[in-house]
């Protein structure tokens, strides 16, 4: 029977996650696939651009796990001023990092695009795209950190609602101004900025103003942004702030992945957007149990049951292992299917093969990694841990072997990506050691 209730409970969060990284997925491949009929330059400057706003997205993606980890634990305590003094913080962090965000990709967005390519043709479409989506910046930040609050405490379907409205305002508006219909301008690649823009105001007022002046679960207005917080702050800057600096480094150095592929070719640059909406494809289910099994967890460490918490974690790891190996499998069937969705060159096609069967051995070993970093060991607390290891990994061995591969060695693209995501492998092992010493469970008081 308590077998049984973990499996519900983990499911009633994991299934609307799942659903909702579904919507998302489906609005990336919509959306590459009406910018790559426009060509690989603006298919390129669409997937670069996107690389600077994952940096935020990550950030702001930090902060709302950051921020969940304790709100879960606050919710098993039933700790009710704990929880809203951890929303008021969160909101506060984000209104000045999406304050900060939108001022440099509004003013600086060329200085962006060279960071990642030379090509002009590439840079002046990008300049297009990040102008208009600098302003969805503050938007997107405090959607993403209070869908993660909503999940904490129980509440999947809301931010599910949300993903299935802007999916279709979305999809909608981009084919109107990506290609002039319905007497819209043809706007090309600033068309999918501004669709992608509607989609983003929809997601704020759907999520945040919900949250404001309806949600009586949380109980959560406007005067509580100002509430006075100074006891909780030393435990939220130790268990919150590690995980928004490691997603946020993470995001740069995904960023200097890119950069990486940048200065490899347009090609390969092209050739990897196709392949990303593959991983998030065939991730969405690790997606979901990761960011499941961190509520799962806390809410069973606020209740103060160290010992179903171990169990619960050691199942999530072996659930892991399962969500891998059928990535693995989705990824090699619906290779041939999605690349031939694309107006590529026959060039092009053969290295997002490659990097196909690359990113397959990457996924046998993520569905751990995933389950450990994203989930199990943030829902304990240990957040420093995490940190280290995600910024260590990446920016010793990812960044520096996959330029050695790609730039210097000019190795087949199979092999360039498999040392550009060797972190995932190393810290796979590495996060199962820390599971298994028992250290990950950290005291939250509040």
Known sequence: MKNQQFYVKTARLAVPIMMQNMITIGVNMADNIMVGSLGENALSAVALANQFINIYQFSCMGLGQ???????????????????????????????????????????PEIIMKIFISEPAVISQGVSYLKVLSVSCLLMGLSLAYSNVYRSVG??????????????????????????????????????????????????????????????????????????????????????????????????????VSMVMGRIGNQFVSANSITLVTQQLSTVFIQGAAQSSSVVVGNTLGEGNVARAKEEAERFMKMGIILGALSTIIIILISDPVISCYNITPETAVIAKELMYSIGIIMLFRGVNSMMTKGVLRGGGDT???????????????????????????????????????????????????????????????
């Open 155 to 256: 509440n999947a379907k809301w931010p599910l609602f949300s993903s299935i409205g802007a999916f279709f305002l979305n999809i909608g508006c981009n084919y109107i101004f990506i290609f002039g219909k319905f007497g819209a301008p043809e706007l090309g690649v600033t068309g999918a900025a501004l669709g992608t823009l509607i989609a983003r105001i929809f997601e704020f007022v759907f999520i945040c103003m919900y949250l404001i002046f309806f949600d009586k679960k949380i109980g959560f207005r406007i005067h509580d942004i100002f509430m006075k917080c100074q006891n909780l702050m030393k435990e939220y800057v130790q268990i919150s702030i590690p995980v928004v600096i490691s997603d946020t480094l993470y995001g740069f150095g995904n960023s200097a």
């Open 66 to 108: 950051g921020a969940s980890i304790m709100t879960s634990r606050f919710w098993g305590m039933k700790n009710e001023k704990a929880l809203k003094q951890t929303i008021a913080i969160t909101t506060r962090i984000c209104l000045v990092l999406g304050i900060l965000f939108t001022v440099i990709t509004w003013c600086f």
């Open 384 to 446: 420093r841990f995490l940190m280290v290891a995600d910024i260590l990994f990446l920016w010793v061995a990812s960044v520096p072997l996959g330029y050695l591969a790609g730039v210097v060695l000019h190795w087949p693209a199979f092999w360039t990506y498999f040392f550009l995501k060797i972190d995932e492998i190393i810290k796979c092992f590495w996060c199962i050691w820390r599971l298994k010493s028992g250290k990950w469970i950290k005291k939250i008081s509040g």
